[in-house]
């Protein structure tokens, strides 16, 4: 039993729950060279995009995500509520695109500006969907063995990185299903 006040210092949001844990964080359950079908969030910053990404992977019948260096930890307590739980069942890899090369993937990079239109490219197969920085997408020169966009209309500049993720995880998942 904690004394009175313990609960709203430790946690981190304005009105917690009375409850509390203190867990060891699992290795993934999964090789990556196993996987047929992952999203690479390369450098995500918000916690709240990750999150996002993660329940749409898992939603849509993914594998795993895999985190490059320079994202935000799959841990943050704001990663966690994003995620809904999709991060306690979805294996979160640490790796960059040569180990998700190495692993024989197909990466497929999305851009804004760049690519053949999501819904006519192939995304079957072993693939690794790699999705950038919210700031700074995925560079013009990122290892990938091809590019994909999203076609849209009007004057934004581009989707958020979370809901482009979306869009696509469930376009691969629609044309699994109708493979």
Same mark, same amino acid.
Request: aromatic content about 2%; proline content about 6%.
């Given at each position: 039993?904690?004394?009175?006040?313990?609960?709203?210092?430790?946690?981190?949001?304005?009105?917690?729950?009375?409850?509390? #844990?203190?867990?060891?964080?699992? %290795?993934?359950?999964?090789?990556?060279?196993?996987? +047929? *079908?992952?999203?690479?969030?390369?450098?995500? #910053?918000?916690?709240?995009? *990750?999150?996002?990404?993660?329940?749409? #992977?898992? $939603?849509?019948?993914?594998?795993?995500?895999?985190?490059? @260096?320079?994202?935000?930890?799959?841990?943050?307590?704001?990663?966690?509520?994003?995620? %809904?739980?999709?991060?306690?069942?979805?294996?979160?890899?640490?790796?960059?695109?040569?180990?998700?090369? $190495?692993?024989?993937?197909?990466? &497929?990079?999305?851009?804004?500006?760049? +690519?053949? %239109?999501?819904?006519?490219?192939?995304?079957?197969?072993?693939? @690794?969907? &790699?999705?950038?920085?919210?700031?700074?997408?995925?560079?013009?020169?990122?290892?990938?063995?091809?590019?994909?966009?999203?076609?849209?209309?009007?004057?934004?500049?581009?989707?958020?990185? @979370?809901? #482009?993720?979306?869009?696509?995880?469930?376009?691969?998942?629609?044309?699994?299903?109708?493979?």
């Amino acid at each position: 039993m904690l004394g009175p006040g313990v609960i709203d210092r430790l946690a981190s949001t304005e009105s917690p729950q009375p409850v509390l #844990a203190v867990v060891r964080i699992p %290795a993934p359950p999964l090789d990556l060279a196993a996987a +047929g *079908l992952v999203v690479v969030a390369d450098r995500i #910053a918000d916690p709240g995009n *990750l999150g996002t990404i993660l329940r749409s #992977a898992e $939603a849509a019948g993914f594998e795993a995500v895999v985190v490059t @260096a320079g994202s935000v930890d799959p841990f943050n307590p704001k990663v966690v509520r994003a995620s %809904a739980g999709s991060l306690f069942r979805m294996p979160v890899l640490h790796a960059d695109l040569t180990a998700v090369h $190495a692993a024989g993937l197909r990466t &497929v990079g999305t851009s804004s500006h760049r +690519g053949s %239109a999501h819904t006519e490219a192939d995304l079957t197969g072993r693939i @690794a969907l &790699v999705v950038g920085n919210e700031a700074r997408g995925l560079p013009d020169d990122a290892a990938v063995d091809e590019w994909v966009t999203i076609r849209h209309h009007g004057r934004a500049e581009s989707l958020n990185v @979370a809901m #482009a993720a979306t869009v696509l995880c469930f376009e691969a998942a629609r044309q699994r299903a109708n493979a």
